[in-house]
């Protein structure tokens, strides 16, 4: 029998799917009769799922009804999972975007989950109710920024952390102003059409966010500092794709970055090595002994000056700070200015003649007519002194009568006059204390003593001035205990013996025949000594890295460029010797040595030679670094080298491989 | 309106996948360039897809609002479908990862993957379902299913009743009890809803053939007739079977609607709040 034949009622036609319930019976009308003694009714369950005919009666859910109550009864646990979690202890846990890095994430491993958020976010709290409540003014103006610098403080400053590059609006326009009158060096362009008008930056320039490139919650593997080319360079005006054909061209990168030792390779790879040195056999110029490498591969930027350079400059250097520096010398002035100022030493007298010490100077200046005075001597020097200028006679007068009454303050109260001349004139500084550190107040007391009391009552008969005054000389005839000319000065001194014992005073100094201090017999490690016949203290160096003569550099440093003081200073040997190698001494307080640009410094352009160094034909320094025959370093490096391998598909050609977005000035 | 129905469905189809993909291409090149510019691109997606959610939600408040000019539910229907494709594109330009990290992002992940697979498998089942349904013939509601497994199994155990006793009658009677009864008065089991499959009509009705042999020129015909309600019973429960099975993709589909709405709503202050 086909189905088709069979005979079936027609279903129901006045059920309501749509409603809430409907009738058990209806829909199951031979299993159910049994339950519903009253059968179907027309009527259905009401809106309760009450049967109108029997409490006995089982209406039914319908699908939709049931489909709604899935839905409600979802939703309702989805809310309950919120709420539950959102004010639980697990909070951070459940509402995270996303693993932090592993080193963020070692950070906050010790802190409670539910003060996670709160350790970067100011606005921490995930209970809802917050959500719309305001954060009071506990955290106004605390941003996530902020959170970052609360660690990152010791490498990024606070003030310019939200600078673009970290450098304030003035250094970023000098340094594109610089860019484009160089235009002239960059190659042309190959834009590829990748930056269009549209792609100008959506950033404030004076206020970049952390959070603008550095993306958090992506993973313990992911790369904070991954960035695209388009994305370095969309505040840029002139931009860049490829790097082989649209770089800037660079003129002498990496040798104009201000080493801070000064060495000629050229003349040392030309001249100096070939030629025969002590052991009269020429050395072989070897780039990895001064540039040795270390465990990872990477390059010293030098080597100590001990294996360096101490084997061939050791000799010379030493004569050069032998020389040392003068803390002050007393000047020779005229017999007849001389009498204006009490006890002043008859050895000091005579035509003018000496200079004013560099750092005597600085301790003068504090008072104020002194420093006026010694504004009108050339130079300082008192042989440049016009005698029938009664201006300048006076000047001098007041000068010398100067370096009495500091020779006496500091005899009388040691350190503590340099120290207080040093505050009024504003040049305290570590490097100034060290060289006040260093003066024996006990040599200043002796010397005060000895040319200002002793001297004048020794010679109050016999002294004469003297015809010329012996400034700084290397002249062994003027100089030497055998000297001739001298000879009858101590001949003077020497018969005078018994004037001076009958006095009663200072016994030791008259009883004997003075014997003029010899520095290079006595003084040889270096220190403060008195020189009788120049009427100075001096300081004598003992070579390379001289505490004394270093601290006198740095404070130096610390002096303005048209401070007289300072150009005198650089004319002194010992200095010279030191600022020839360490130029930038000079210039900046602690430039001695040259660290390493690796990890180290904060310039746009970053280089390390340990992945180069792998690369079997890069091994060989002068590979890239050519020794310039023309002048004194390196022939600069060509764009092309680098561009042979950092290719989009081999090195890698992208903005952060060579540059660094955080720089300092 | 009238003209969008007028039109071919391959039209119809070219038309709508030719304006999502155009969408979908505005949106990442939109994206791309906040990207590159430093903006928060994420936030753009995020709204983009926030907003696709919206209209997806709407073909539900559309279907619960007949009465209003609003559209035939056969347009907000190609609405909905283009909407979430456009929807799942965009989820992956949204996302760094295809399931985001974190308790909740990553419930958030699976809601939606949950959600547009689910979608696109109602996609198919509109598709495949319907034409099945036609191929076995018959029309029945699925809330009246119950009524008409009931009606057929009334009729198969009143055919034996009119027949005298013989022992054809007997043989019948007890492949009856055995077989058919259990079969008839039943519902389908959890496999077979699952996957429909004629394997247990065609044991029943070869178990009816076998006992032809048996039976007399009477019983015979009593045999056909429960051959006959063996397959409309079948037909039914196959159509109760693929109802069954698109009402629990619209459960799922809805209800998981729902919840991705929700959690989308929270991740969104999450995100505003948290992000500075």
Redesign the interface.
């Known amino acids: 029998m086909a189905r088709e034949k069979l005979n079936f009622p027609d279903p129901p036609t006045v059920d309501r799917p749509g409603d809430r319930w409907v009738c058990g019976a209806r829909l199951t009308e031979g299993k159910l009769r049994q339950k519903n003694e009253h059968g179907v009714c027309h009527a259905g369950p009401s809106r309760l799922g009450i049967c109108p005919l029997a409490d006995a009666c089982c209406p039914r859910r319908t699908w939709a009804s049931r489909r709604k109550m899935i839905g409600l009864s979802v939703l309702i646990v989805f809310i309950a999972a919120m709420i539950a979690f959102s004010g639980g202890e697990w909070n951070a846990t459940v509402f995270k975007p996303g693993e932090l890095t592993t080193a963020h994430a070692q950070i906050l491993a010790g802190t409670l989950s539910s003060e996670k958020c709160a350790a970067c976010h100011a606005d921490a709290s995930l209970s809802p109710a917050s959500w719309f409540a305001s954060g009071g003014n506990k955290h106004q103006s605390v941003s996530l920024t902020d959170r970052c610098l609360d660690c990152h403080h010791t490498t990024i400053d606070r003030s310019s952390a939200r600078l673009a590059h970290n450098l304030p609006r003035e250094t970023r326009e000098k340094m594109q102003m610089a860019l484009v009158s160089n235009r002239s060096a960059i190659a042309p362009r190959d834009h590829s059409g990748k930056f269009s008008p549209l792609q100008r930056s959506l950033l404030d320039q004076e206020s970049v966010e952390c959070s603008t490139c550095h993306r958090e919650h992506r993973g313990s593997d992911a790369d904070l500092n991954a960035m695209t080319d388009a994305q370095c360079q969309t505040c840029h005006s002139e931009t860049f794709g490829s790097f082989a054909t649209s770089h800037p061209i660079w003129t002498d990168w990496p040798y104009g970055r201000g080493g801070k030792i000064a060495f000629d390779h050229s003349t040392h790879a030309m001249k100096h090595f070939p030629s025969a040195n002590k052991t009269g056999s020429p050395v072989e110029f070897r780039c990895l002994h001064c540039h040795p490498k270390n465990e990872r591969n990477e390059l010293s930027r030098a080597v100590t000056y001990e294996k360096s350079c101490q084997s061939c400059h050791d000799d010379a250097l030493k004569l050069r700070t032998d020389q040392g520096i003068e803390l002050f010398a007393l000047p020779t002035i005229p017999e007849a200015n001389a009498g204006e100022i009490s006890n002043w030493p008859p050895a000091a007298t005579g035509f003018y003649d000496g200079k004013v010490s560099p750092i005597a100077e600085l301790f003068l200046r504090s008072e104020k007519e002194v420093a006026v005075a010694m504004r009108g001597i050339v130079e300082r020097d008192f042989t440049r002194i016009r005698s029938e200028s009664a201006e300048q006679s006076a000047a001098a007068i007041l000068i010398a009568s100067a370096h009495r009454n500091l020779l006496n303050e500091v005899a009388e109260k040691g350190q503590a006059a340099l120290v207080d001349r040093a505050a009024k004139t504003g040049l305290v500084s570590p490097s100034l204390t060290n060289i006040i550190r260093s003066v024996p107040p006990q040599l200043i007391s002796d010397t005060y003593r000895l040319w200002f009391e002793v001297s004048n009552k020794s010679t109050v008969k016999a002294a004469k001035p003297v015809p010329f005054r012996l400034a700084s000389t290397n002249d062994e005839l003027l100089v030497g205990d055998e000297d001739e000319l001298l000879g009858n000065d101590d001949d003077l001194l020497s018969d005078d013996k018994d004037v001076l014992l009958g006095d009663g005073h200072d016994n030791e100094s008259l009883s004997s025949k003075p014997k003029r201090f010899d520095p290079t017999v006595n003084l040889k490690e270096g220190g403060w000594y008195r020189d009788d016949l120049r009427l100075a203290i001096v300081y004598r160096g003992h070579g390379h890295a001289d505490s004394v003569v270093k601290s006198t550099i740095e404070m130096m440093s610390t002096l303005p460029h048209e401070d007289p003081v300072r150009a005198r200073l650089l004319t002194s040997a010992a200095i010279a010797a030191c600022i020839k190698c360490h130029p930038g001494a000079a210039e900046k307080m602690g430039s001695w040595t040259s660290p390493p640009l690796v990890g180290a410094s904060r310039s746009f352009t970053k280089f390390s030679h340990t992945p180069h160094m792998n690369i079997a034909g890069l091994t060989d320094c002068v590979h890239c670094h050519t020794v310039s025959h023309a002048h004194a370093n390196f022939e600069p490096i060509e764009r092309e080298a680098c561009a042979t391998c950092h290719t989009a598909k081999a090195a890698g050609e992208s903005c952060t491989t060579c540059h660094r977005y955080h720089v300092t000035e | 309106m009238k003209r969008f129905e007028t039109i071919s469905f391959r039209t119809r189809r070219i038309i709508g996948l030719s304006i999502t993909a155009i969408a979908i291409a505005i949106v990442m090149s939109i994206h791309q ?7 928060r691109a994420s936030y753009f997606s995020g709204f983009s897809l926030f907003g696709a959610l919206v209209a997806l939600i709407l073909i539900g408040i559309r279907r619960r609002l007949p009465m209003l000019p609003l559209g035939s539910v056969s347009t907000w229907t190609q609405i909905h479908l283009y909407t979430g494709i456009f929807a799942a594109v965009i989820y992956f330009v949204h996302v ?2 295809m399931i ?6 990553c419930g958030l992940s699976i809601v939606f993957l949950l959600v547009t697979a689910s979608g696109f498998y109602g996609l198919y089942a509109s598709r495949m379902l319907p034409r099945r349904l036609t191929a076995v013939g018959g029309e029945f ?4 299913v ?3 497994r ?6 198969a155990s009143g055919l034996l009743r009119s027949d005298h006793e013989s022992a054809a009658t007997e043989v019948l009677r007890g492949f009856y009890a055995k077989y058919l009864r259990p079969f008839f008065e039943s519902s389908p089991g959890l496999t077979y809803v699952a996957v429909p499959t004629g394997s247990r009509r065609r044991r029943l009705l070869a178990g009816l053939k076998e006992l032809d042999r048996y039976l007399e020129e009477d019983t015979r ?1 009593t045999s ?2 429960f ?3 063996v ?2 019973r079948d ?1 039914l429960d196959y159509h109760y079977a693929l109802q069954f099975r698109l ?1 629990i993709w ?2 799922v589909h ?3 609607s ?2 991705l709405f ?2 989308a709503m ?1 991740h969104g ?3 505003l ?4």
């Open positions: 360039s906040i990207e590159e510019r430093l903006g760094p990862a985001a990290g974190g308790v909740f992002e509601r699925y809330d009246q119950p009524w008409h009931n009606q057929i199994a009334t009729a015909s056909g007739q051959a006959a309600l397959r409309r037909d009402r619209v459960v809805s209800v998981f729902v919840v929700a959690a929270v202050v999450l995100a709040r948290f992000t500075f």
